[in-house]
């Protein structure tokens, strides 16, 4: 029997992590939440609520931490390298303190240095973080960009040699981005393509995608731009989510949205997205 996949979304923590995060979940009826410990646009690192991280790691909902925008382990500026290392480290410490199962951090751009040096970064610097991670502690997930600019990973093929340069540690997992991947050529839109990607995905990193980040493009296959859209408004389609719910290699992985509007938009994809992880539906929508 297929494991079945979890699904939920980002979650708003207006009020407390939490407090906030668990309302906003429940009014979205998410399964799973992703969450923002800091400034997601800023270097502040925060000191947690012990109460409010008590509450989120006993509520029993899953949950995944996001690090900011603007960690870069890729980067030719020593500053920018300093500032990402620490916040990946503190992310890794308040994934413990809250429970979560992941902690999600974009696999980050050379900007104007050789990919050969920021890969030598990536083994001096973010594999050391990985021993860090305590047994029973959270996964670091991958997260693949659209592949604007440097970036040092877009397709799931670039995972292969980012992977090599943290040689394979076991706590290196993926995040998968459904706009990410579209947007850097694979066309998910296209007769056999969910299943080309991830099977080429499994050919990379077996074993190691973790969670789904299901959002749809604003923007046509390849065009290299970071746009969300709600799921099935955009140029993936429905058809296309239905069956990375029920792919072997995404089988009993959590899909979390990060699509636009509010709560009322939010529990529409949510709510969409159920409907297509049942069997009668997906095979409804594939076709």
Known sequence: MTATSLIGGHALVAGGLATGGLRYAAEIEAEIIQVFVTNPRGWALNAGKPAEDAALRESGVPVFLHTPYLVNMGSPSADTLEKSTASIRHALGRAVEIGALGVVVHTGSAVSQSRDAAMRQL???????????????????LEPMAGQGQMLCATVQDLAPYLDALEHHPRANVCLDTCHAFSAGHDLAAPGGVAEMLDALHAVAPGRLKLVHANDS??????????????????????????????PVAAGVPFCIETPGKADKHREDIQLLKKLREPATAAAASH
Request: hydrophobic share 35%.
């Open 123 to 141: 083994h001096e610097h973010l594999l050391p973080l990985l021993d860090e991670i305590p047994e029973h502690g959270p996964d670091l997930l």
């Open 218 to 247: 604003k923007d046509a296959c390849g065009s290299k731009r970071d746009r969300h859209e709600n799921i099935g408004a955009g140029h993936i389609g429905a058809g296309a989510f239905a069956e990375l719910l029920r792919h």
